[in-house]
């Protein structure tokens, strides 16, 4: 319809003639078609603008967007020729038709700033442009975490004119090509990036967004403090199992790995529907540490299965008995010595012969308990021998053992990596 003034109009602006004619008659509450019979094609177009929070714990994604539409009004059409050739005006858009296009993954009003115009062409196509933070409902999926990749849909769809009425029809602005990998608005220096949007139809206009979280902060600040510890137990095994070091050691290394994770563990995201897969690696890591512990006190134990300390007690006594009894037997010569007359000492030599005092040793109590814990600590000192030798066999039985149950430790070790590096890889690359 072409619109006309004149009279007292005619020395007014432009601008609000065209204004005033236009408003003058309009019927905001209508669908602006002459034929009822005729649909309301709704052109829409999604820029990201930035990836604000991904909330895991409660499911939910803010983003904000720049959100284009346009439509045509067949009751704001115009002559420019009529208006000092004006082609579009901006009006107020609550004086107008708006279509009352939705969200439906809406959860929250964001704080989108007040966009209180919208522009109109002659021909009755309406512009509306706006930006908006959205806040949305998105199943969000942390097992991959932090190499995830999360697909949140935004179902653009008119909450009256649905598909049954066939009053408005959503269609796209730009072509889904275009749409898809435009990414010349977006703020690239957060957690997330935006892989691609893509554009598809079903009940309502649905775009779903595809971002993937950035691991380096995770992988430096979980992945690698880990990998350096499993690295340390694993140098541990280096330790000899004879000693008490290495069973410390270990301790010592649970011990941090315990704190590692209280530190961690705010860090990780928590949703009630599943565990991170990074979660689960912890997990068992702690385990590999327990069993390497657990390993290293076996054999240990086993090395120290023959205990010598109860016997090491008897050469002490019978020492003790020896030295005494030698005493007493020095003491008796003495005596012997000294009862005699120094004039029956005086013959050839100036010395008395031996094997009399000899022969009468030989049959003294004395001498009996002198040779029977002679013979004592010969018997313990061939037990001790033997001993030692079944303790050598432990120990190198322990030595062996230890050496298989490191390789098999560090082939569980390096398949675990080796799997959740391959894992990781392929989801980080997908």
């Not at 439509?71 to 082609?87: H, K, S």
């Not at 649970?254 to 690696?281: E, H, K, M, R």
């Not at 016997?311 to 030698?326: D, E």
Request: glycine share 4%; charged share 20%; proline share 5%.
């Amino acid at each position: 319809m072409l619109l006309t003034l004149a009279g007292k109009y005619s020395d007014a602006p432009a601008l609000l003639r065209l204004s005033d004619s236009l408003l003058a008659h309009y019927r905001k509450g209508t669908r602006p078609v002459r034929d009822w019979r005729t649909t309301t094609t709704v052109a829409i177009d999604v820029m990201v603008y930035a990836i604000l929070s991904v909330d895991e714990k409660n499911q939910v994604l803010t983003t904000y967007i720049w959100y284009r539409q346009h439509w045509t009004d067949e009751f704001l059409q115009w002559d420019p020729a009529c208006f000092d050739n004006i082609t579009q005006i901006s009006l107020p858009a609550e004086s107008i038709w708006v279509p009352d296009i939705l969200i439906n993954e809406f959860v929250d009003v964001g704080k989108s700033p007040d966009v209180p115009y919208v522009y109109v062409r002659h021909h009755g196509e309406v512009q509306n442009l706006k930006p908006i933070q959205v806040v949305t409902a998105c199943s969000l999926d942390i097992y991959n975490f932090p190499f995830d990749v999360q697909n949140c849909s935004l179902t653009f769809t008119s909450w009256l004119h649905n598909s049954e009425f066939r009053d408005i029809n959503l269609s796209l602005w730009r072509t889904p090509e275009l749409v898809k990998f435009d990414r010349s608005i977006f703020m690239n220096q957060g957690e997330w990036e935006l892989l691609y949007v893509l554009s598809q139809s079903r009940a309502g206009l649905c775009p779903p967004v595809v971002i993937r979280r950035r691991p380096l902060f995770y992988t430096v600040s979980l992945l690698l403090p880990s990998i350096f510890l499993m690295v340390m137990d694993i140098v541990g095994f280096y330790l000899p199992p004879n000693s008490g070091e290495r069973v410390s050691f270990k301790i010592t290394l649970l011990l941090g790995y315990s704190v590692f994770l209280i530190i961690v563990s705010d860090t990780l995201p928590a949703t009630a529907v599943g565990t991170p897969l990074i979660g689960i690696y912890f997990v068992v890591c702690m385990a590999l540490l327990v069993i390497s512990l657990t390993e290293t006190i076996l054999v240990v134990r086993l090395i120290h299965n023959q205990d010598l300390q109860s016997h090491t007690q008897i050469p002490a006594l019978c020492l003790n008995r020896l030295f005494s009894l030698t005493s007493l037997d020095s003491a008796a010569k003495l005596n012997h010595y000294g009862c005699e007359d120094p004039r029956e000492r005086e013959v050839a030599g100036g010395t008395r012969p031996t094997p009399a005092f000899g022969t009468l040793a030989e049959g003294s109590p004395l001498t009996h308990s002198i040779l029977h814990e002679i013979t004592t600590i010969r018997q313990f000192l061939e037990k001790r021998d033997e001993f030692r030798d079944v303790a050598r066999e432990w120990l190198q039985v322990g030595y062996v053992l230890d050496v298989l149950l490191f390789r098999a430790y560090l082939a569980a070790v390096l398949a675990y990596t080796i799997t959740l590096g391959a894992l990781w890889s392929v989801w980080q690359y997908a």
